[in-house]
C-alpha cells in the first residue's frame, strides 16, 4: 500500500512536543543541575588558577575553559563526563516508554508516520541539547567578562563556538545510541542500563582495552623502530574508535590554540615551526575535521540502526 503525503509530516510538532515534555521533566531538571553546579565549581577554581600563574595570554577566555585547579578537572572535562549523562537521560526511554504507556499505537493511529515519530523524538531531544549548551556557553562567556574583566576576542569566540558545535556533535553520538536502546529493549530500564553500560566502557575501560589490543596486533620489535611507530599509530586508531577520544582530542585542538598535530608527530615535520606559536583557527578547524566528521558520522550510522530496527518492530496493540 502505498503512503499518502509526506513521511514526515507532523516530525515538528512531535520534536516541539518532546522538548516541552524533557524541559518540564523533573529528571532532566536534576541532570541539568548537576550539569550546571560542577561547570560552575570548574570555572570558578579555574579563574583563582589563571589569576595566580597566567600573565599576558591572548586566549585567557579559552584557558577559563580548560584551566584545571586540583582535586576539580577542567570545565572542558566535566563536560566530556557529564554530557552522555544528560543525552542518555532525555531518550533512553523515549520509543519503549511510549510502548509501555500502549500509546505507540494510538499515536500512529493519527496522520504520523514512524519516520516522523523517530525524527522528531530525536529532533526533540538535540532541541534541548542545543538551547542548554547555548545557554551554558554564554552564562560561562558572562561569567568570564565580570570576572576577568575582558572582553572575548574574535578567534576565542569562533572557537568557541566551533567548540559548541563539537559538543552538540559528541551529545549526539549518545543521544542517537540511547534511542537505539530505547528502540531494541522493550523495558527503560534495561535500555538505560545498556547506555551506562557502554558510556563507563568508553569512559573507564576503553583504554585499558586499547592498550591490550595494542600488544596483540602489533607487538614491538626493539631492534625495529618501525614497530613502535606501528604500535603508536594502532592505538590511535584504536583509542578514535570511542567517541570521548574524538571529543577530548577535539577540544584540545580547538582551544589549546598551541596544539599542532594531534598524532605522531616526526622532526622533520617540525622544520620551520615557531614552538609555542598559535595556530589560525582555520588551521584548527582542519586539525579536527576527521574528528568532528567521525561524531557526525558515528551519531548517523546509530540513529540509522534504531531506524531500521523500529520499521521492523510490530507496534500494534
Sequence with gaps: MRRKGSALAGMSTIAWKEAADHFSSARFHFVMLLVLLTAFGSVYGAIGEIKNTIGQDPFLFLRLLTTAKQPVPSFVAFLG?????????????SINGEYSRRTMSRILAQPIYRDALLFGKFLGGMIVLTLCLLTLWLLMTGLGILTLGLPPSGPEIARGLAFLVACLAYAGVWLALALLFS?????????????????????IFWGMIVHALTIALSPIDPTNPMTIVNAV?????????????????????????????????????????????????????????????????????????????????EVRA
Design 183 to 203: 528502540t531494541i529493549f522493550r523495558q527503560a530500564a534495561t535500555s538505560a542500563l545498556a547506555a551506562l553500560a557502554l558510556w563507563l566502557v568508553f569512559a
Design 233 to 313: 599509530e594502532m592505538q590511535s586508531a584504536l583509542a578514535r574508535i570511542s567517541p570521548n577520544t574524538l571529543f577530548s582530542e577535539t577540544a584540545q585542538a580547538l582551544l589549546s590554540p598551541q596544539t599542532r598535530s594531534l598524532g605522531l608527530v616526526f622532526m622533520q615535520q617540525m622544520e620551520g615551526a615557531i614552538p609555542g606559536a598559535p595556530l589560525p583557527f582555520s588551521q584548527s578547524a582542519l586539525l579536527v575535521w576527521p574528528q568532528l566528521s567521525g561524531m557526525v558520522a558515528a551519531m548517523l550510522l546509530i540513529f540509522t540502526g534504531a531506524y531500521v530496527t523500529f520499521q521492523r518492530q
Design 81 to 93: 563526563f557529564l554530557l552522555p549523562l544528560v543525552s542518555i537521560a532525555l531518550a533512553f526511554d
